[in-house]
Nanobody, 124 residues
Framework: PVQLVESGGGSLQSGGSLRLSCQASGYTRITYSMGWFRQAPGKEREGVAAINSNGETTYADSVKGRFTSSQDNAKNTLYLQMNSLKPEDTAIYYC??????????????????WGQGTQVTVSS
């Protein structure tokens, strides 16, 4: 079975940086598209970034220029480098995967596999 495990979350002050990791197992990462999502208390889960098997990326406007998604295919791991963090970035962050390797979508309905999430808390 496909399994995704996020790590790297934590608590920090505004302006700081974190790098989230998503370790994938049960499939060859290179044949899947991946996405990063987040959900703040009382809000819907929103797309943050997406990366396909070609390495193409797309980002939500709210994180563009601050967040960067990358992949290490040898390690089957997806990363989300988050810089200049703001209190409004506070949320549980999830990674997701889909077999349609060409996808580049931040729509949560496009993904079939999800991790358990990792908490990111940014204080002012």
């Amino acid at each position: 079975p496909v399994q995704l495990v996020e790590s790297g979350g934590g608590s920090l002050q505004s302006g700081g940086s974190l790098r989230l990791s998503c370790q994938a197992s049960g499939y060859t990462r290179i044949t899947y598209s991946m996405g990063w999502f987040r959900q703040a208390p009382g809000k819907e889960r929103e797309g943050v970034a997406a990366i396909n098997s070609n390495g193409e990326t797309t980002y939500a406007d709210s994180v563009k220029g601050r967040f960067t998604s990358s992949q290490d295919n040898a390690k089957n791991t997806l990363y989300l480098q988050m810089n200049s963090l703001k209190p409004e970035d506070t949320a549980i962050y999830y990674c997701a995967a889909d077999r349609r390797w060409w996808l580049l979508l931040t729509n949560r309905n496009a993904y079939n596999y999800w991790g358990q999430g990792t908490q990111v808390t940014v204080s002012s």
